[in-house]
């Protein structure tokens, strides 16, 4: 099994910054990739930003240029940088980590709340 670790949402007021975690735990060998998608309540839940073991990188269009995701491999932990935050980013930020012990598995935290303010 393996858990999801992630922190650092809150309330920031439009123009600011905050930086989510997350730490993924438990039994695997290595993870793939970890990404970050967004869910705003009643609606799909859709990519933020995904970065690989080999550091390939993508980004929705709606945050290029202003969020950046890293990865500490060693800590197994992936970090996003939101910058500029605008108000239609407010949502509940989900981790997720494909991990690999006898097959791939797709693992997912259980949210953190951003919450822009105008």
């Known amino acids: 099994q393996v858990q999801l670790l992630e922190s650092g949402g809150g309330l920031v007021q439009a123009g600011g910054s905050l930086r989510l975690s997350c730490a993924a735990s438990?039994?695997?060998?290595?993870?793939?990739?970890m990404g970050w998608y967004r869910q705003i309540s009643g609606e799909r839940r859709e990519l933020v930003a995904t970065?690989?073991?080999?550091?390939?990188?993508q980004y929705a269009d709606s945050v290029k240029g202003r969020f950046t995701i890293s990865r500490d491999n060693a800590n197994n932990t992936v970090y996003l940088q939101m910058n500029s935050l605008k108000p239609e980013d407010t949502a509940v930020y989900y981790c997720?980590?494909?991990?690999?012990?006898?097959?791939?598995?797709?693992?997912w935290g259980k949210g953190t709340l951003v919450t822009v303010s105008s």
């Open positions: 997720r980590a494909d991990v690999f012990l006898f097959r791939i598995s797709t693992y």
């Open positions: 970065i690989t073991n080999g550091d390939f990188i």
């Open positions: 438990g039994s695997f060998l290595r993870i793939n990739a």
